[in-house]
């Protein structure tokens, strides 16, 4: 035992070039995906094309949700296991206002947009405020508790939201009115490659909310807050930072973004379940670990990469490898490169 | 540090004479669990007339030990791991493989048939190497990193036996496990009980032998397996105990408090937790190669996350780091998700009666009757009971003594900071 915590050590700190070995079997591992994915690519370019439209569109999605869950953790250290579930109520909710404008699931008419321009904004703020309610009764109050509490209580939390959805339509996946401009007249082939309005929409609109929460994190005083908070919060609070109303403010963000994703999920998919959240929720944390927790560019990035691989792994691997290639991933950057992609870690506390 | 500090201190623990409550309360708790456990199954059979109750305490046991053994990873060392379910599969898997007609139609083409009491330890040193394993590389990264490594290793164990299925099984399960067995004389002065009966001209091979043995098996007897549950708890209780109590026990507990500060007197941070991790996993694959006997069944299904997040609850809520607590914690949770939420629905629709809303529980249209309704609120009533439970009592329900002190401590603390305050504002 002795001696082979010593090797980990020194296997830690053996450097070449300026580089620990860990970081040479991150990138030696890496360049192998890359070698191995341009072999695909040569072999068959249009289908890798296409799988690449898909992974993006899917990654959009999944960036969406990594960064409600990297903000909060970056902020408390809360591993926030009903952000999935706020994610998929998102969905539930719009799915269910969007139900009673008089749209047409056939055609675009401008009954759809109004729709769309109305619900949008509408569910994201409605998640935020569900969201704030979640951290006021069941985060708030253990802020001084033992760390395990909060958590326990987020897999209560996410226990309820599940039950909320089941209990109002079913454990069976219900449909999702397919709204956005879809059909012959919305599509198109280049070279082979098909690319829908949709997975155009989807791209759009997660890159928008992103540059949206750039410039508000680090433009704006309540952003500055924030990242003062994640700093180092008792400093943060010396200098007069009200704290709960960041916190407050880090989780009405997060489920703003969680939101919105949930409905763009729906729009894209069409099928939601009550329990969709729960591995979309472990494959955005994944994401957000990947880019580095608590780092809001990484998360984005992440998600964007991790939907890629998942693309990849269910056209290249098979369907049923992608969990474990996900989770497999999750756990090799862990070893190698526990920082993330980008680098940041978050301060001990 | 300076005397009068310490000489405070040392007073402080005279005045409280912690030691004593210590004992005292934790010795009660063992002393009604043992009592309730030996009387148990005989109230359960006199009072319903089956064993049904009794295989369903076996049940509880199992989890009773996945308590006690993430308590060890959780409580003592302070190690977040969301993914024990994984070594619970690891351990059943095992005990699955190596006992049942399963590896004959398998790439190996050779049936095992090894004893239940062989397989215990085996399936506890395979989950305490595959503890070691997981943990050697992660364990020096900090505690939120390895909660997520362990999560992802707990997704990817039944994925993997799900995807294999030419070696475990896939979707289909293991079944047909071995029952475990003893030589017939061991039934020495019950060889007239009904339920403990020697199988008329059987014999069993002696595994290390070619001899066989007149033998009695356990068949679906739960009487049987609630014995070995609760001998199994009995060791783990004892064994876990003395762990607390000795060097390594007090190296977690400072890991726990101050990893650095640890490291600083001396512990080798990254051997301890990884003893602690495989500890843990071990009574882990303990309780697997239970289970799989107990059932007679292994099946991908059981081991996911919620697996987890339940024996995490338990723990938690039990009270971190006191085995008596946690005992306590798991029966109850065990209780509350497998005998109150089942029968909550009947039971709403009979209140429903006699206080006069019988026709709430008529189904009509999209309501689909009280006792349905009740029926899809369970998760919701799980989740909701969770996150009071927590909020009420965020220590769990019985603390160790040391940590209910450090809470007082800290409160009393808080309040001289704030008196504090107000002073100088």
């Given at each position: 035992?002795?001696?082979g915590?010593?090797?980990l050590?020194?296997?830690?700190?053996?450097?070449?070039g300026?580089?620990?070995?860990?970081?040479?079997?991150f990138?030696?591992?890496?360049?192998?995906?890359v070698?191995l994915l341009?072999?695909?690519?040569?072999a068959?370019?249009?289908?890798?094309?296409?799988?690449?439209?898909?992974?993006?569109?899917?990654?959009a999605?999944?960036?969406?949700?990594?960064?409600?869950?990297?903000?909060?953790y970056?902020?408390i250290?809360?591993?926030?296991?009903?952000?999935?579930?706020?994610?998929?109520?998102g969905?539930y909710?719009?799915?269910?206002?969007?139900?009673?404008?008089?749209?047409?699931?056939n055609?675009?008419?401008?009954?759809?947009?109004?729709?769309?321009?109305?619900?949008?904004?509408m569910?994201m703020?409605?998640?935020?405020?569900?969201?704030?309610?979640?951290?006021r009764?069941?985060?708030?109050?253990?802020?001084n508790?033992?760390?395990?509490?909060?958590?326990?209580?987020a897999?209560?939390m996410?226990?309820?939201?599940?039950?909320i959805?089941?209990?109002?339509?079913?454990?069976a996946?219900?449909h999702?009115?397919?709204?956005?401009?879809?059909?012959?007249?919305f599509?198109t082939?280049i070279?082979?490659?098909?690319?829908?309005?949709?997975?155009?929409?989807?791209v759009?609109?997660a890159?928008f909310?992103v540059a949206?929460?750039?410039i508000?994190?680090?433009?704006?005083?309540?952003g500055?807050?924030?990242?003062?908070?994640?700093?180092d919060?008792?400093?943060?609070?010396?200098?007069g930072?009200?704290?709960?109303?960041?916190?407050a403010?880090?989780?009405f963000?997060?489920?703003?973004l969680?939101?919105?994703g949930?409905m763009?999920?729906?729009?894209?998919?069409?099928?939601?379940f009550?329990?969709?959240?729960?591995?979309?929720?472990?494959?955005?944390f994944?994401a957000?670990?990947?880019g580095?927790i608590g780092?809001?560019?990484?998360?984005?990035?992440?998600?964007l990469?991790?939907?890629l691989i998942?693309?990849?792994?269910d056209?290249?691997v098979?369907?049923?490898w992608?969990?474990i290639?996900?989770?497999?991933?999750?756990?090799?950057?862990l070893?190698?490169?526990?920082?993330?992609?980008l680098?940041m870690?978050?301060?001990?506390? | 540090?300076?005397?009068?500090?310490a000489a405070?201190?040392?007073?402080?623990?005279?005045?409280?004479?912690l030691?004593?409550?210590i004992?005292?309360?934790?010795?009660?708790?063992?002393?009604?669990?043992?009592l309730?456990?030996?009387?148990?199954?005989?109230?359960a059979?006199?009072?319903?007339?089956s064993?049904?109750?009794?295989?369903?305490?076996?049940h509880?046991g199992?989890?009773?030990?996945?308590?006690i053994?993430?308590?060890?990873?959780?409580?003592f060392?302070?190690l977040?791991d969301?993914?024990?379910?994984?070594?619970?599969?690891?351990?059943?898997?095992t005990?699955a493989?190596f006992?049942?007609?399963?590896?004959?139609?398998s790439p190996?083409?050779?049936q095992y048939?090894?004893?239940?009491?062989l397989?215990?330890?085996?399936?506890?040193?395979v989950a305490a190497?595959?503890?070691?394993?997981?943990?050697?590389?992660?364990?020096r990264?900090?505690?939120d990193?390895?909660?997520?490594?362990?999560?992802?290793?707990?997704e990817i164990v039944?994925?993997?036996s799900?995807?294999l299925?030419q070696w475990?099984g896939?979707?289909?399960?293991?079944?047909g496990?071995?029952q475990?067995?003893?030589?017939?004389w061991i039934?020495g002065?019950?060889?007239?009980?009904?339920?403990i009966?020697?199988?008329?001209?059987?014999t069993?091979?002696?595994?290390?032998?070619?001899?066989?043995?007149?033998?009695f098996?356990?068949?679906f007897d739960?009487?049987?397996f609630?014995v070995?549950?609760?001998?199994?708890?009995?060791?783990a209780v004892?064994?876990?105990?003395?762990?607390?109590?000795?060097?390594?026990?007090?190296?977690?507990m400072?890991?726990r408090?101050d990893?650095?500060?640890?490291?600083a007197?001396?512990?080798?941070?990254v051997?301890?937790?990884?003893?602690a991790?495989?500890?843990?996993?071990s009574f882990?694959?303990f309780?697997g190669?239970?289970?799989?006997?107990?059932f007679?069944?292994v099946?991908?299904?059981?081991?996911?996350?919620?697996?987890?997040?339940?024996?995490?609850v338990?723990?938690v809520?039990?009270?971190m780091?006191?085995?008596?607590?946690?005992?306590v914690?798991?029966?109850v949770?065990?209780?509350v998700?497998?005998?109150?939420?089942p029968?909550?629905?009947?039971?709403?629709?009979?209140?429903a009666?006699?206080?006069?809303?019988?026709?709430?529980n008529?189904q009509?249209?999209?309501?689909?009757?009280?006792?349905?309704?009740?029926q899809?609120?369970?998760?919701?009533?799980?989740?909701l009971?969770?996150v009071?439970?927590?909020?009420l009592?965020?220590q769990g329900l019985f603390?160790?003594?040391?940590?209910?002190q450090?809470?007082?401590?800290?409160?009393?603390?808080e309040?001289?900071?704030?008196?504090?305050?107000?002073?100088t504002?």
């Open positions: 035992m002795e001696s915590a010593t090797a050590k020194r296997f830690r700190s053996l450097t070449m300026g580089m620990t070995l860990p970081d040479y079997g990138y030696v591992i890496s360049a192998a995906a070698v341009a072999g695909e690519a040569v068959n370019p249009t289908a890798f094309v296409q799988i690449t439209v898909f992974g993006v569109a899917d990654g999605m999944y960036a969406l949700v990594a960064l409600g869950y990297t903000m909060v970056g902020i250290e809360l591993i926030n296991f009903a952000h999935g579930d706020v994610f998929t109520m969905a909710i719009s799915g269910a206002i969007l139900g009673a404008f008089s749209i047409n699931e055609s675009f008419t401008a009954v759809n947009l109004v729709a769309l321009v109305i619900v949008f904004p569910v703020l409605f998640m935020g405020a569900i969201n704030i309610t979640i951290e009764i069941a985060y708030r109050p253990l802020r508790a033992p760390r395990l509490a909060p958590l326990i209580t897999i209560g996410s226990f309820v939201l599940e039950g959805m089941f209990m109002w339509k079913g454990p996946s219900i999702f009115p397919d709204i956005l401009p879809h059909g012959p007249g599509q082939t070279y082979g490659v098909f690319v829908g309005f949709k997975d155009v929409f989807v759009v609109t890159i909310l949206l929460l750039a508000f994190i680090n433009r704006t005083r309540l500055k807050a924030m990242r003062a908070t994640a700093q919060r008792d400093a943060a609070q010396l200098m930072i009200d704290i709960n109303r960041t916190i403010a880090t989780f963000i997060g489920a703003l969680a939101g919105a949930g763009i999920w729906g729009l894209y998919y069409n099928n939601i009550y329990n969709l959240g729960f591995r979309t929720g472990l494959v955005a994944t957000a670990v990947f580095g780092n809001i560019p990484g998360a984005a990035i992440g998600g990469l991790i939907g998942a693309a990849y792994s056209s290249y098979g369907s049923k992608t969990e290639v996900i989770f497999g991933i999750l756990i090799g950057v070893v190698f490169r526990p920082t993330g992609l680098g870690r978050v301060p001990e506390k | 540090m300076n005397p009068p500090a405070t201190r040392r007073s402080l623990m005279a005045r409280l004479r030691r004593e409550r004992r005292d309360r934790d010795s009660a708790i063992y002393g009604i669990l043992l309730t456990a030996l009387v148990f199954p005989m109230a059979m006199y009072a319903t007339g064993t049904a109750l009794v295989s369903q305490a076996g509880a199992t989890f009773v030990l996945l308590a053994g993430l308590n060890v990873v959780v409580g060392a302070g977040l969301l993914g024990y379910a994984a070594f619970f599969a690891i351990g059943a898997y005990y493989l006992a049942s007609a399963q590896l004959g139609s190996l083409h050779h048939h090894l004893p239940f009491w397989m215990l330890l085996v399936g506890m040193f190497s595959a503890g070691a394993l997981l943990g050697f590389p992660t364990l990264l900090r505690g990193y390895l909660a997520i490594v362990t999560l992802g290793f707990g039944p994925q993997l799900y995807n299925p475990t896939g979707i289909n399960a293991i079944g496990i071995d475990p067995w003893l030589p017939a039934t002065p019950w060889a007239g009980a009904s339920s009966a020697i199988i008329q001209g059987s069993c091979r002696v595994p290390w032998s070619s001899t066989q043995t007149p033998c098996s356990f068949s739960p009487i049987a609630y070995v549950i609760v001998i199994m708890i009995i060791c004892i064994l876990v105990s003395n762990l607390y109590h000795s060097r390594l026990g007090r190296a977690w400072a890991i408090e990893e650095v500060a640890a490291a007197m001396g512990i080798n941070t051997t301890t937790k990884l003893l991790f495989a500890i843990g996993a882990s694959g309780a190669a239970y289970y799989g006997a107990s007679s069944l099946s991908p299904d059981d081991f996911f996350f919620l697996v987890s997040a339940t024996v995490l338990m723990v809520l039990g009270g780091g006191n085995i008596s607590g946690v005992i914690g798991a029966l949770i065990y209780f998700l497998n005998s109150l939420l029968a909550l629905p009947s039971s709403v629709e009979s209140l009666n006699t206080i006069g809303l019988g026709s709430l008529a009509n249209g999209d309501w689909p009757g009280l006792a349905g309704e009740t899809r609120l369970q998760f919701l009533i799980y989740g009971i969770l009071l439970m927590m909020l009592r965020p603390p160790s003594r040391v940590r209910e450090e809470f007082k401590h800290a409160a009393v603390q309040e001289e900071t704030m008196i504090e305050q107000a002073h504002s």
